[in-house]
């Protein structure tokens, strides 16, 4: 075949090539614009979500802020008895405030009214109230979530809110009061020993670098010469490794040890006042039980996975003295509220809260069990991921709200099993 007419053929396939390849990932890129832009809670399994915690009541405000002002988020977390077996048992965990990167500052941290810095002891069924203040140390349009890391899982994400920071980027400042009285700025406290020192280290890397493959040593530009040569040999016959490199390489060794020595000293210095770094877990107090109101079976949950529709039968007995209304459904990070446009805003942040049907609505009395169905639609199944309709075990938990006309009120936990709709007469069976 001619050579040229042969170059001449490939050139048209390797363009057309390039060209699907790059409007591939532009495409890939439009499509996921919209989670991109947030956290990409939804990549986790619909069962991390439904059957190890439930976040309700979650605010994270004002949503307008300049650098250096206070957001807080305040909200409850219930690790749920539905906690998977399969997974390590919840013992340990960190209440943080999920964002992209370190564009705020955590100020101030209380589980069920302690304080805790660092990590807590959780357990299932354990429900933890959590107060979380914020400082905005970047500009711009942040999502913030409150999360549950718990060790062995990873971090579990409540439901977030939109964060608009404006200013000046320099101008925060985190000033702390040292034992000593001294305040320092705890943004900045450190930083030039911190970034000077391991410097000096990458600096003297560097050299070595650059002497061993840009100043002509043959060591790299006569490969073909150098593999020929057995591995402890260092070639000294043919001028690879002189005595001058041993030179140098032993005068980088000693700088390298001299910045160790120097670092050494300094950490030792008995001019610097240093405190171990401290280690606290808490094991918050317990919150006062609740009333106990009402108890629910489940029946039978069917979803239709086309128009996310969600639908749960259930047995529930009001076991107290006062008629009670079924006011709200938790599932992980969402939260669908039986009320008007304000019990939906005091639910948790609005991308989060859907609206939910009961059938009948009316309050059950004292003493009294009736069947009730709940119906929720919402897009929010399908954003993020709630119901596990293509899973090993197709089960949801969540928390129904009930409660009383005076303001009593008490969650109660159920889990069921989910039938798709896609099984047909299965799933339409009353």
Request: some cysteine; proline content about 7%.
């Amino acid at each position: 075949m001619d050579r040229i007419r042969f170059r001449t053929d490939r050139r048209p396939i390797s363009r057309l090539a390039w060209v699907a390849a790059i409007s591939l990932v532009c495409g890939l890129g439009c499509l996921g614009g919209a989670r991109l832009s947030a956290h990409g809670e939804a990549a986790d399994e619909p069962f991390l979500k439904v059957l190890t915690t439930a976040f309700h009541d979650v605010s994270i405000s004002p949503t307008e802020v300049q650098i250096g002002q206070p957001v807080t988020v305040t909200g409850t977390v219930r690790v749920l008895k539905t906690w998977p077996y399969t997974m390590p048992a919840p013992e340990r965990a960190y209440l943080t405030a999920v964002v992209p990167g370190p564009v705020f500052a955590m100020k101030e941290r209380t589980v069920n009214g302690e304080s805790a810095p660092h990590s807590i002891f959780i357990e299932r069924d354990g429900i933890y109230q959590f107060r979380m203040v914020l400082i905005a140390r970047r500009p711009g349009r942040w999502h913030v979530h409150p999360g549950l890391a718990v060790e062995g899982t990873g971090t579990l994400i409540g439901p977030g809110e939109y964060v608009n920071v404006t200013g000046d980027a320099a101008s925060f400042t985190f000033p702390v009061t040292l034992m000593s009285g001294e305040t320092v700025n705890l943004d900045t406290f450190g930083g030039q020993f911190i970034w000077w020192f391991p410097f000096l280290g990458f600096l003297v890397g560097v050299v070595w670098m650059f002497y061993w493959t840009w100043w002509q040593h043959r060591t790299v530009t006569n490969l073909a010469v150098t593999i020929q040569i057995p591995l402890n040999d260092e070639g000294s016959d043919i001028g690879l490794i002189t005595a001058k490199d041993h030179f140098w390489m032993n005068v980088l060794a000693g700088i390298t040890v001299v910045i160790l020595i120097a670092g050494w000293v300094y950490n030792v210095s008995p001019n610097v006042i240093r405190l171990p770094q401290q280690t606290v877990w808490l094991d918050p107090p317990k919150l006062a039980p609740e009333e106990s109101l009402a108890e629910a079976k489940p029946l039978r949950a069917t979803f239709d996975e086309g128009t996310g529709t969600l639908l749960l039968n259930a047995e529930v007995k009001n076991v107290s003295s006062s008629p009670i209304t079924l006011k709200q459904y938790t599932l992980g990070m969402v939260s669908f509220v039986n009320g008007d446009e304000q019990e939906m805003a005091k639910a948790g942040p609005r991308e989060f809260v859907g609206r939910l049907e009961v059938e009948p609505n009316t309050p059950i009395g004292p003493g009294e069990t009736r069947a009730v169905r709940l119906r929720v639609m919402s897009k929010l199944f399908a954003d993020e991921r709630i119901v596990p309709t293509h899973a090993p075990q197709q089960f949801i938990a969540g928390l129904l709200r009930f409660q009383r006309a005076e303001g009593a009120q008490q969650m109660v936990l159920v889990r069921s099993n989910i039938i798709p709709t896609e099984f047909g007469q299965l799933a339409s069976t009353p």
